[in-house]
Structure formats: C-alpha cells, structure tokens
C-alpha cells in the first residue's frame, strides 16, 4: 500500500530523519513508534504532503505520491483543534467539504455517523461547549468521512477515557475489516499488542525496528519459561543442571512460579525432563516479552548522545 | 466549490454573523456621526455667560465692543482692586497695560476659565478697537486703511491647463483622505489576517486543515476573506454615516454650521481672514457651490477610483501576507512587537510623507516614496489626486508595487507554512530566513 524509501529530512543542522526506509502493508493496522522527539511526527507529515523530503520518496501503490492522492487519505494529527466558535456541525461539514466530499453528502454521510455514535444533539453546539474527548470525537469522525483507503491517525488514543478509547479502537478494527490500512502512531504499547499487524520503530531519525509485531516478539524472546509447579525451590534449581537457569521465582500460598531462562543447545523439553521427577508440573508457557520492554530495550540499545528538540514533540 | 473559495467562504461568513460585526457595523457610524454632531454641539454651547470688564485707564477704546449673547462687555476708566472685582458680577477682567497703542498688551483675570470661542470674541474685538484707536493716533483714515490693507488675492494655474483656476491643494486633500482611509483600513484588517493566523495555530486547528489544503490557499483564503468582511463594514459604514448625518444635520438645522459664522467666533484671526477670503467670492453665490463643482472637474475621478482601488488591494495584499506571515510564526500576541514594528513603520512613514505631499508635490522624498512599493499605494494617490504624477510614473509605481507584492507573499508563504507547524520556539530573524531555504 504505502513504502518509504530512504526519506530524510533537516531542519538545518538538526536531523529529523535519517534514511527511513518501511512498507506498510494494505489492509492491516501499522504501528508507528517511537519515543518523543524521533521523527514520527515528521515522517507522517512527509507521508501527508504536508512537507516534502530533502531525499527519499513515498511510493502509493507502487507509484510515487502525487499531491491529488491526499484526497484518498485521512489524517488526523497530533496535535488537533477545532474552531472554538463554529458549531460542531457546520465545522464537520466545513472540513468535510475541503476534503472534497459534496454538502449534500457531506451532511448525509455526518448525519449517519452522528447517529451511529448518538452524539446528534452536538450538531448546533458550539465547539467551546464540547469536552476534549468530545471534540476528539468530532475529529475523528471527520478523519475518516471521506472513505480514505489509507488511514493515518497520530496519537489516536491520547485525551480519550478508557470507553470512548475502546470506542475508536473498535472503530479501526472495523475499518481494517473493511479492507482500509491504518497507520498510528502511539505511545500506548498494550493497543499496539492488540491492534498492530506490523510495526516500525524509529528512535534518533533512525528505524530500529520494523516487521510483524508477532516475529519481532518472538525475536526479541529470551528463551525464558514460566513453570508453575509444586514441590521445592532449591530442589528444582538443583533439577535443572545444565539444561537452564532459574532466574525468577514467586511464592504464593500453595502457588509456586519458576522463571526458567533455557541454555543454548537445550529445549524445553530437555528441561522438563529433568524436573519431571524431582517436583509436580502445573504448568508451562513461554514468556513472550511484551511490547513495552522492546520498546524500552530497543531504544536503550541506542543511547542519546544529547537533548534533541523536534518539531512537534 | 474550490477549497480557496470554501475558506473564503467561511472566513468571511463566520467574522459577518459575529456579534462584534454587527456591533461595530452599527455602532461605529453612530460613534462618528455622534462624534461629529456631539462636537459641533458642544462647541456651540457655552455654558456660562461672560461679563468682561475692560480696564481702560488711557480711554484708547473708542467704539463700543460688539457683545454677543454669551459675551457682554463693560468699559471703566478706573482700576478696580481684586477683592472689589472678586465680589462682582463679572466673570472677566481685562487690563489693558499701560501704553497699550505702542505696546498692545493686555492681562486677562477669570473667575472661570473662559472658552476657546469666548477668547477669541474678546481678542477679535481688543484687536479691532485698538487698531482704531491707533489709526486715529497716526491720523490715518480708517477706510482708507481698509481699503490700503487689502491682502494679495493669488490664484494658481497649470500652464497647460489655461482659464481653469488650479485648486491643487484641495485636490491633494481628497488624495490625502483616500490615503488615509487605505491606511485604516490596511492596518485594522491586515492586524486581523495576523491575529486569525494566530488564532488557528494556538487552537492546532491548522494541523487538520493542513492536510486537506495547502498552506499558501489557507493564507490566501484568510486575506481575501477577512478583505471581503472589511469592504462589507466599509460599505455599510458610509450608507450609514451617510444618512445619519443628513438626518442628523436636518434635524439640528444645517445653518448653524455655517462656516463664516464659525470662523468669527473661534478661529484665530489668520485662519479666519483666510477663510473668510476664500468665502468672498463665494458670498454673492450663496454657497461655495461653484468652487467644490471646479475642484472636482478638475480632479480625474475615473483615474483616482481606478487609483484608489488597485492600490487599495495591492497595499492590502502586501501589508497582510507579511501580517501573516508574523502570526504564522510567533506563538503569542507579546511575541508580535518585534515583528510588528518594521511592518508598521513604512505605513507611518507613508502618511506623513502624504502630509509633506499635501503641501509640497515635488518634494524628493515625495517622490521616491511613490515609487516604493511599502509607502507607494498612500503616498501616489496624493500625487494623482493633485495631477502630479505623469503616467510613467504612476505605472512604474504600479508595476513595482505589483512586483513586490507577489514577492512577498511567496515570502510570506513560506514563512507561514513553516511557521504554523512550529511551536515552542523562540523566532528570531535568523531563524525565519532559515525557513524560507526549507525544501516544500
């Protein structure tokens, strides 16, 4: 659907981005990450046309953007106001007409969605009378009225209570299952887990990680197992030998948990061979590392050299 | 409709259906014409009626001093002490100084200060009766004198334009009054250009428009816009002031307003002697009809309205996207002065130069000021006005002007795209120049 390639940008000595090259595959949710400061921001507005590369292109569809294809995409940014003195319902048809759309259809398809969402008592409020959360929803709303195929939403979560955040998370998932690429940028590593097919990680202008979130998960393992068992501690670390390492246990009650990091050259199975006689086995599962710990560790692995100040974050 | 189109449309709907615009639109031809008559009625009003008592020790006052019905005078040869002046009726006490036909000097002692028309009603008449009374001391014939005394009636023609009488001063002041009017008009509207920009970058409303539209229509949109809702309040300001001052001039009665009356009672003698000259003719014709009919034939009324207008959008065009552009860059309204005060300058500098037009067409400063395109639109519409500027000259004016403008709104343009997505930033002049070498 969307490919960077080796897009840069400066802002005089300050280097926004620096050879960025990702696919984001059509139909599926992509997750844009990153810490404050690295360039999501930037890349974004390059993706919208909002500004240019100094070196790079983003193809479409394998063909390189032209400027008429802003109209097939919907962007809801960062950093998002509305006009605090025009009604809600004027202001949604005014951005929906600069996006093209028809007043007429405009109005019927806003209509639709004000219903769906049962909020058309908002249409002749003011926007100053509207909560943060509600303007959000006016926002979102018009983000996506126009059927965009390619859907960018930076930071879509943030100002939203946890019912209406799952509002608008369900509302993506309805739109990937409708055939639409979603792109977000997020700060909120549990929505990634959940929502994201394919992620890329950028820190320092640089991509760190990009790929499916479920390989980059599994990559990023550490061959460490949670066995829940009964029996022993000090037994069970003397079980393991050379097949693995204890390196974390809980006690709880009649409830005991060994985290069990497996040596090079043996499986789980070899562990569990030699701890079958010594204690009772519950349980096993592989201990997946979150997204919030790669995030954390593919970040660290990069130290900062000193403050950057970006455009936006 | 076009998106340029749609934020024109909204700019201009959203400012019109404000209640301030109403207001103002209301309100401000009420201010001026209230303004007007509020003045021209106070100014005919004097709330306390003056006894002056005149101290005329040397009995120089020969004639008697015209009273007026808020003036009353009284003549006594005697000095009259403080207190006893104090706990008499009179308000004014004038003492003439002793050898007052060589050295006419007189002090003035009030109980109220008296106005402006009293004082010149008391001054006129001294001036006048001293006069006299010096005349007789010389033994000089009174009429005679009036008749000797008469001043140089001089009046001005352009060579090529032979048997019409040139009023170029007063065409220079209807060029001045449309300069001065593109000055108001320039400085509110394009503050209001600024202050928009500013509001949609505070409220990150830009940041949703942005990928929508591109940055250049949003600031076009807005400038044209905001020109439109100024053009509509001007339009119905004059249709208002318009009728309000005929109804109101109707109502109070118009001839209390008559020039040569004012003149008598509150101008100081020159001004007076000067206009009540320039009334002479007129007297035998009633009204000064014949003259403003002259002075209006003799200014090019398509040329100044063709004038007036294309400099009036292209001042505008120029003052506003550089207004823009500094609301595009600043996070908040203190951050403006730097910024504002280069912008503003040139247009200070342009009226007053208009003012040295008034009085001095050829003057070089005039000159090359009509040719520079930040003070051009105020100051030529004086020189055409007058007929001072031949056609080269205004077209190269026009020409320069036009240049510059699309120079500096592609500057502007620029700037501002950068500028509303830049937050938290101290803006230096370096740093806006930077902004221009960004890649789109």
Same mark, same amino acid.
């Given at each position: 659907m969307l490919q960077v390639e080796g897009v840069s940008k400066r802002f005089g000595d300050f280097t926004a981005l620096d050879g960025i090259t990702m696919d984001v595959p059509p139909g599926q949710v992509f997750g844009l990450l990153g810490p404050n400061g690295a360039g999501k921001t930037t890349l974004i507005r390059i993706i919208t046309r909002i500004t240019g590369p100094d070196e790079g292109r983003v193809l479409l569809d394998g063909?390189?953007?032209?400027?008429?294809?802003?109209?097939?995409?919907?962007?809801?940014?960062?950093?998002?106001?509305?006009?605090?003195?025009?009604?809600?319902?004027?202001?949604?048809?005014?951005?929906?007409?600069?996006?093209?759309?028809?007043?007429?259809?405009?109005?019927?398809?806003?209509?639709?969605?004000?219903?769906?969402?049962?909020?058309?008592?908002?249409?002749?409020?003011?926007?100053e009378e509207l909560s943060k959360g509600m303007a959000q929803k006016v926002q979102f709303i018009t983000t996506v009225l126009h059927e965009p195929k390619l859907i960018i939403l930076d930071e879509p979560f943030s100002g939203f209570d946890p019912i209406n955040a799952d509002l608008i998370r369900n509302e993506i998932i309805r739109l990937r299952n409708e055939g639409v690429t979603v792109m977000l940028s997020t700060h909120s590593m549990p929505s990634v887990e959940e929502l994201c097919d394919n992620i890329g990680l950028i820190d320092k202008a640089r991509l760190m990680l990009h790929g499916n979130v479920k390989e980059i998960r599994k990559q990023y393992a550490t061959n460490t197992y949670r066995i829940e068992y009964d029996g022993?501690?000090?037994?069970?670390?003397?079980?393991?030998?050379?097949?693995?390492?204890?390196?974390?246990?809980?006690?709880?009650?009649?409830?005991?948990?060994?985290?069990?990091?497996?040596?090079?050259?043996?499986?789980?199975?070899?562990?569990?061979?030699?701890?079958?006689?010594?204690?009772?086995?519950?349980?096993?599962?592989?201990?997946?590392?979150?997204?919030?710990?790669?995030?954390?560790?593919?970040?660290?692995?990069?130290?900062?050299?000193?403050?950057?100040?970006?455009?936006?974050? | 409709m076009n998106k340029t189109r749609l934020i024109i449309w909204r700019e201009f709907t959203t400012r019109v259906r404000k209640p301030s615009f109403l207001i103002m639109t209301i309100l401000g031809p009420l201010l001026i014409a209230g303004g007007i008559l509020a003045m021209a009625w106070i100014g005919s009003q004097e709330s306390t009626k003056h006894q002056v008592l005149v101290i005329d020790t040397e009995g120089v006052?020969?004639?008697?001093?015209?009273?007026?019905?808020?003036?009353?005078?009284?003549?006594?040869?005697?000095?009259?002490?403080d207190s006893v002046f104090k706990a008499s009726p009179y308000t004014i006490r004038i003492n003439l100084l002793p050898d007052v036909l060589n050295d006419p000097k007189a002090d003035l002692y009030y109980k109220t200060v008296p106005s402006e028309f009293v004082m010149s009603h008391i001054r006129n008449q001294l001036d006048k009766t001293i006069e006299l009374a010096r005349l007789k001391k010389e033994q000089i014939d009174p009429e005679a004198f009036e008749r000797i005394r008469k001043p140089v009636d001089i009046d001005s023609f352009d060579i090529e334009k032979v048997g019409t009488q040139s009023y170029a001063q007063e065409r220079a002041m209807i060029g001045f009054f449309f300069g001065y009017f593109m000055f108001i008009f320039i400085f509110m509207y394009g503050v209001q250009v600024m202050r928009g920009v500013m509001e949609e970058k505070q409220n990150r409303v830009v940041e949703v428009l942005i990928s929508s539209v591109k940055p250049f229509q949003l600031m076009m949109g807005k400038i044209i816009g905001i020109a439109l809702v100024g053009f509509t309040q001007f @339009?119905?300001?004059?249709? #208002?002031?318009? %009728?309000?001052?005929? /109804?109101? *001039?109707?109502?109070?009665?118009?001839?209390?307003?008559?020039?040569?009356?004012?003149?008598?009672q509150g101008m100081t003698t020159e001004v007076r002697d000067q206009l009540i000259k320039q009334q002479m003719p007129a007297a035998d014709s009633g009204f000064d009809q014949e003259k403003v009919a002259d002075i209006i034939k003799q200014v090019n009324i398509p040329l100044v309205l063709v004038t007036f207008l294309f400099y009036f959008i292209c001042g505008y065009l120029l003052y506003s996207s550089l207004l823009a552009a500094i609301g595009s860059a600043v996070d908040s309204e203190t951050d403006t002065q730097q910024f504002m005060f280069p912008v503003t300058l040139p247009m200070i500098i342009a009226i007053i130069v208009a003012q040295?037009?008034?009085?001095?067409?050829?003057?070089?400063?005039? @000159?090359?000021?009509?040719? #520079?395109?930040? %003070?051009?639109?105020? /100051?030529? *519409?004086?020189?055409?006005?007058?007929?001072?500027?031949?056609?080269?000259?205004?077209?190269?004016?026009?020409?320069?002007?036009?240049?510059?403008?699309i120079g500096t709104t592609w500057l502007a343009g620029r700037i501002y795209r950068t500028g509303i997505l830049m937050y938290g930033k101290k803006i230096s002049w370096k740093e806006l120049g930077k902004w221009l070498f960004y890649k789109g």
């Open positions: 063909k390189p953007m032209r400027d008429a294809d802003v109209a097939r995409m919907g962007y809801l940014p960062e950093e998002r106001g509305l006009y605090k003195k025009m009604k809600v319902g004027e202001q949604a048809l005014y951005l929906a007409r600069l996006k093209g759309l028809t007043k007429a259809d405009a109005t019927k398809r806003l209509k639709a969605w004000f219903e769906r969402w049962g909020i058309d008592g908002w249409w002749n409020k003011k926007v022993n501690r000090v037994a069970l670390g003397n079980a393991l030998s050379f097949t693995g390492e204890l390196v974390g246990a809980e006690d709880r009650d009649d409830h005991h948990m060994a985290r069990v990091r497996i040596a090079k050259g043996s499986t789980v199975n070899d562990v569990l061979r030699q701890l079958l006689p010594t204690v009772a086995i519950h349980g096993v599962q592989e201990e997946v590392p979150r997204m919030h710990d790669i995030f954390i560790r593919a970040v660290s692995e990069h130290q900062p050299e000193n403050m950057v100040v970006g455009m936006t974050e | 006052i020969g004639r008697r001093l015209e009273d007026t019905d808020k003036v009353s005078f009284f003549i006594d040869g005697n000095q009259w002490p @339009i119905l300001w004059i249709v #208002i002031t318009g %009728t309000l001052t005929v /109804v109101g *001039m109707s109502v109070l009665g118009a001839d209390r307003y008559d020039p040569s009356e004012l003149a008598q040295i037009a008034v009085m001095n067409p050829a003057s070089p400063a005039v @000159i090359w000021c009509s040719f #520079i395109p930040f %003070t051009s639109p105020i /100051v030529m *519409m004086v020189r055409v006005a007058m007929g001072s500027a031949p056609l080269w000259q205004l077209l190269l004016s026009m020409g320069l002007l036009v240049i510059t403008f």
